[in-house]
């Protein structure tokens, strides 16, 4: 007979929603290990735990968020390991071990696909270890040409070699949409450079649209023959980068603070900018904290509408906003189905849509509350902007971060951290599963509206 003990711990099972989480937290628990190392830092002297565990954290999440300058703080050494965090990040705490076993030669057995499945949000375990080599391919040919164009346009104005690495460090961030810089005030020195605007932002778009879409795009080329996923994502993106622009120009064009210095052409350059850049990364040409409240107000809604499932970018993803208002079309409408593009959406696939977005107000809702108590000083504006940029895993800020408590600091870490693993994964985690129900019980509606 086996020991009742041992009976009761080998009936404790990780679900996948628990293996993520943790494999996140150990990347994360890496980081803030390397960064407490004084090699990490310029002076010497290592990061306090909770600086090291936000910065780890920011960068395993592909936030961007920081409290300390990355370019005057970290040495060389510590900038590589929060390139190497921010690469894993991007990729996944499950595509970068299956790459680990790619390389090592080991067999990928079934758990590791489904545990694949549920990283990448995919439909089925079908074609998922081919389509993380397809993402890791992506990702190297895609940050080579980004870092080759960047580190040209610097070295005319720096060396050859900060030239080169400056290259591959904005590539690596705005690809993997994690908005870290080496300049104190991110890229603002560039706010009306053609080049540095337009890699930057083909990088983060291009990463913040999903890797099913880049593969379904490579793989069919024909508009006609793309998925319905990829449709929705490539015509929800266009439409609202376009709107973003046109409406940030308008809200800050009279603003002195931000446009106030800058030509007709330069304010268009970072109303693009500003424009596309709140759903994805958290670069910035202009002062942030500067913006005017309706900007930022408008910016916290395409933080919380996020990129694209399968992507480096985090928010309720813009299918899940796309799909709640085809629901909303078809409730206003009178009819009982979804429809998009002559295409019905399964009800269980909308319901999901609603548990994300509910379950990611109502984490925004509860670490916005407790900041709140925690900053006393702080604009409510401020704090709202911050906590919806955490969990978006945007990493813009208007100027709470580095001012942040030690228990700010911590709330917004663990927003960070919902944000990418997902509020609804981060939901099933939490919840007390159960058998499903072999009972149906009898209806009866209630009033709602």
């Not at 510590?78 to 705490?93: A, H, S």
């Not at 758990?111 to 270890?129: C, D, H, T, Y």
Request: charged share 15%; proline share 3%; with cysteine.
């Amino acid at each position: 007979m086996m020991p009742k003990n041992l009976r009761r711990y080998k009936t404790i099972q990780l679900n996948p929603a628990h293996i993520l989480i943790l494999g996140f937290m150990g990347l994360i628990f890496i980081g803030t290990c390397l960064f407490m190392i004084p090699a990490a830092t310029k002076d010497r002297h290592h990061l306090s735990l909770i600086d090291a565990l936000f910065e780890a954290t920011s960068a395993v999440c592909v936030t961007g968020l920081a409290v300390v300058d990355t370019g005057t703080t970290f040495t060389l050494f510590g900038q590589v390991v929060l390139l190497v965090l921010i690469q894993l990040g991007g990729w996944g705490f499950m595509t970068s071990g299956i790459l680990m076993f790619i390389v090592l030669g080991k067999k990928i057995g079934f758990k590791q696909r489904l545990l694949l499945k549920e990283s990448m949000n995919a439909l089925s375990i079908q074609g998922v270890i081919l389509l993380v080599q397809r993402v890791i391919i992506i990702t190297l040919i895609v940050e080579a040409i980004g870092a080759f164009i960047l580190a040209i346009r610097w070295a005319q104005e720096m060396s050859v070699g900060k030239a080169v690495f400056y290259g591959i460090f904005h590539s690596v961030s705005a690809f993997n949409n994690a908005g870290f810089g080496l300049e104190p005030d991110s890229l603002s020195k560039w706010v009306g450079d053609p080049t540095v605007n337009i890699v930057i932002t083909s990088l983060f778009i291009i990463g913040g649209i999903g890797f099913f879409v880049v593969a379904d795009i490579f793989e069919k080329r024909n508009i006609r023959k793309l998925s319905l996923h990829t449709k929705i994502v490539l015509i929800f993106t266009l439409v609202l980068n376009i709107v973003s622009t046109l409406v940030i120009f308008g809200l800050e064009y009279n603003n002195p603070a931000t446009f106030g210095s800058l030509g007709t052409t330069d304010k268009w350059w970072a109303a693009y900018f500003q424009g596309v850049v709140p759903r994805t990364a958290g670069f910035n040409t202009i002062d942030i904290s500067q913006m005017e409240l309706s900007s930022l107000v408008y910016m916290m809604a395409l933080m919380f509408i996020g990129a694209s499932p399968g992507s480096t970018g985090g928010g309720i993803k813009v299918t899940t906003f796309a799909l709640l208002l085809f629901a909303l079309w078809a409730v206003v409408t009178n009819r009982d189905d979804v429809n998009v593009f002559k295409r019905r959406i399964p009800t269980p696939l909308v319901l999901r849509a609603l548990s994300i977005a509910v379950s990611g107000m109502l984490f925004s809702f509860i670490i916005f509350f407790l900041l709140t108590i925690t900053e006393k000083g702080a604009d409510m504006s401020v704090i709202a902007f911050e906590t919806v940029s955490a969990f978006g895993t945007v990493g813009m800020s208007a100027g709470l971060t580095p001012e942040l408590s030690p228990w700010g600091k911590i709330l917004i870490t663990i927003m960070m951290f919902i944000g990418r693993v997902g509020p609804l994964t981060m939901a099933f985690a939490l919840a007390i599963h159960s058998n499903k129900p072999k009972v149906r019980y009898a209806e009866e509606k209630i009033l709602i509206g």
